[in-house]
């Protein structure tokens, strides 16, 4: 049997296989949970040196578009996806309504976070292990709690 960890890049070749859109040098460092309507695979866009780590969930109705050299922590959640409230006797609607989320390049996204529909996490920021983002995070910062907010300034790396 093979670690949780090994084979990173053959892994990635499987969920390319799949439909992702995977750059070369991708990895996924254990199983990945892609729920969605439709070709829901092919609306996850990975770039080129991200790794994902086991057990993230991607709810695919709309695009998740990860930029390069990200890392996504364990059961890390990306939910796309979000329901009109309705009335008491049905409070959630059973129509749905997609919101693509962006990782730009650089981010760092820890173990147990849920970003929610429309969030775009900001080139080079971290989002704290086990934060809830709910609204658009700037690009160099650090991020944490829930919601998520901004803890502290990061200094500017090269583009």
């Given at each position: 049997?093979?670690?949780?960890?090994a084979?990173g890049?053959v892994?990635?070749?499987?969920?390319?296989?799949?439909?992702?859109?995977?750059?070369?040098?991708?990895?996924i460092?254990?199983?990945?949970?892609l729920?969605?309507?439709?070709?829901a695979?092919?609306?996850?866009?990975v770039?080129?040196?991200?790794i994902?780590?086991?057990?993230?969930?991607?709810?695919?109705?709309?695009?998740?578009?990860?930029?390069?050299?990200?890392?996504?922590?364990?059961?890390?959640?990306?939910?796309?996806?979000?329901?009109?409230?309705g009335f008491?006797?049905?409070r959630?609607?059973?129509?749905t309504?997609?919101?693509?989320?962006?990782?730009?390049?650089?981010?760092?996204?820890?173990?147990?976070?849920?970003?929610?529909?429309?969030?775009t996490?900001?080139?080079?920021?971290?989002?704290?292990?086990g934060?809830?983002v709910?609204?658009?995070?700037?690009a160099?910062?650090?991020?944490?709690?829930?919601?998520?907010?901004?803890?502290?300034?990061?200094?500017?790396?090269?583009?």
């Open positions: 049997m093979l670690p949780k960890y084979l890049g892994r990635a070749g499987v969920y390319r296989w799949a439909g992702c859109q995977l750059a070369a040098g991708v990895t460092q254990g199983p990945l949970i729920l969605g309507t439709g070709p695979t092919s609306r996850l866009r770039d080129r040196g991200s994902i780590a086991p057990f993230v969930t991607f709810v695919l109705d709309g695009p998740v578009t990860i930029g390069r050299n990200v890392s996504i922590g364990p059961n890390a959640a990306f939910h796309t996806a979000t329901h009109n409230i008491g006797s049905r959630m609607q059973l129509q309504e997609a919101h693509p989320i962006t990782i730009e390049d650089g981010a760092w996204i820890g173990a147990h976070t849920v970003v929610l529909p429309g969030v996490i900001g080139y080079g920021s971290v989002v704290g292990a934060s809830v709910v609204e658009d995070v700037p160099n910062v650090f991020v944490a709690g829930n919601p998520a907010t901004v803890r502290e300034h990061l200094p500017f790396g090269n583009r």
